[in-house]
């Protein structure tokens, strides 16, 4: 088949959300060397990664509205750009409050991308879940490649050379992005920005029945995935034992599952629903979880690392049941709007699970985790079974 160029706006599109979650995740291997160095506990660390999370969602929204006002290409080269300035600022932070503000503009910058090249997707192909599975890899193919290379950084260069290293990912992305994709015609150039952010529309959107259920799921299993992004290399040092090399290569092979199962996921929701996808994704993800906390040997790690890996990707099932409630009018707004409102209530998975890791310990703290998705699961069978139609 003949390359065209909708491949091309998806595959920067993909790599542009490679390079912007490479900026994030670097961060998750040299947890243990930063609270070291700056003598912090794990629920200070996972609150300054909350405050990353909170700011790369509440990007989300405001993304959208520029989206409209200006085309999403220059949206995108600004999170891409912006990415690779934050990590740079971050891998030089002096002292614990500069380290805070810097993650904290990380994860602003880093969420301009997400909301806008999925619209922009949305306008481009008619099977979104396909596309939109294809972009979400972008995210584990990051997780591939960043946390490995990290850690073996730091090894040798100490964990500000590896948190660099998005800075180097983004700089060459940014470039290309700029000279492959074309200028996108705004969809509301003429419209005030000042309008967009008007309450009562934004309170009707949320308040739609099927937007507001779906909401929900998506806070649940986004706190999930949040949490799993920060604390997994760690979870699997302190809980199993493994070295710290070891503990980035199961986390990479996690995001190797993910990014190569992105594409089926998208697809079976096109073709048998996004609520049979998104509660199958659940149970995998629960049985992952399980595997992880009680049963002991390296089979149980490879098992756990490839069920989870599956089911955490469950974004790319539950995330177009949003689009196929909005018009094409409200999608990077509105698309970006509900991304903020469980993007920035998930992002609380990070402070949460390190407190109950100080308090209970790590065992309770990810079981904690598999029994929100339980809920999901749960909550979606009731839906089903009882034709409530949210």
């Known amino acids: 088949m003949r390359w065209r160029y909708k491949e091309t706006v998806l595959a920067m599109c993909t790599l542009a959300f490679l390079a912007t979650m490479a900026g994030r995740l670097v961060i998750s291997p040299v947890v243990p060397r930063i609270t070291a160095e700056f003598g912090i506990s794990n629920s200070v660390i996972g609150l300054a990664l909350t405050g990353m999370w909170m700011a790369y969602f509440c990007s989300q929204f405001p993304s ?27 891998a030089v932070a002096p002292l614990f409050p500069v380290f805070v503000v810097g993650t904290v503009a990380l994860g602003a910058v880093a969420g301009l991308h997400y909301s806008v090249a999925t619209s922009l997707l949305t306008r481009t192909y008619d099977e979104i879940g ?38 180097v990912v983004a700089v060459p992305i940014f470039v ?21 952010f008007e309450l009562a529309p934004l309170v009707e959107l949320l308040s739609r029945p099927k937007i507001a259920f779906t909401c929900v799921l998506a806070i649940l299993g986004d706190f999930v995935w949040q949490a799993t992004s920060s604390f997994l290399p760690t979870f699997l040092v302190a809980y199993r034992g493994q070295s710290a090399t070891t503990a980035s290569l199961v986390f990479g092979g996690y995001f190797v599952v993910q990014g190569i199962t992105q594409v089926g996921v998208g697809a079976a929701s096109d073709r ?37 890996g599956i089911g955490l990707g469950w974004g790319a099932a539950l ?44 065992g309770v703290s990810f079981g904690f985790l598999a029994a929100l998705l339980a809920v999901v699961f749960a909550a979606l069978a009731v839906n089903w079974a009882f034709s409530l139609g949210y």
Not at 185 to 195: C, G, I, L, T
Not at 300 to 305: E, I, L, N, P, Q
Request: with cysteine.
């Open 64 to 90: 959208g509205v520029f989206a409209d006002k200006y085309g999403e290409r220059r949206i995108i080269l600004v999170a891409v750009g912006g990415t690779a300035v934050a990590s740079a600022f971050l």
């Open 130 to 167: 396909v596309a939109i599975g294809v972009h979400n890899s972008g995210g584990p193919i990051a997780g591939l490649i960043a946390p490995p290379v990290a850690a073996w950084v730091a090894v040798r260069y100490g964990w500000r050379a590896a948190i660099a290293v998005g800075t």
């Open 176 to 196: 290309l992005f700029a000279r492959s994709v074309r200028p996108t015609e705004p969809q509301r150039p003429d419209q005030p920005m000042a309008s967009r």
């Open 272 to 308: 048998y629903g996004r609520e049979s996808s998104t509660a199958a994704c659940m149970a995998l993800s629960v049985a992952g979880f399980l595997l992880y906390i009680a049963v002991p040997g390296i089979v149980s790690v490879v098992a756990g690392t490839v069920l989870l």
């Open 319 to 362: 995330l177009p049941r949003f689009m196929d409630e909005l018009s094409a009018a409200e999608r990077s707004a509105g698309f970006g709007l509900v991304r903020t409102v469980y993007g920035f209530v998930g992002a609380l998975g990070s402070v949460v699970t390190g407190t109950l890791a100080d308090l209970f310990g790590w």
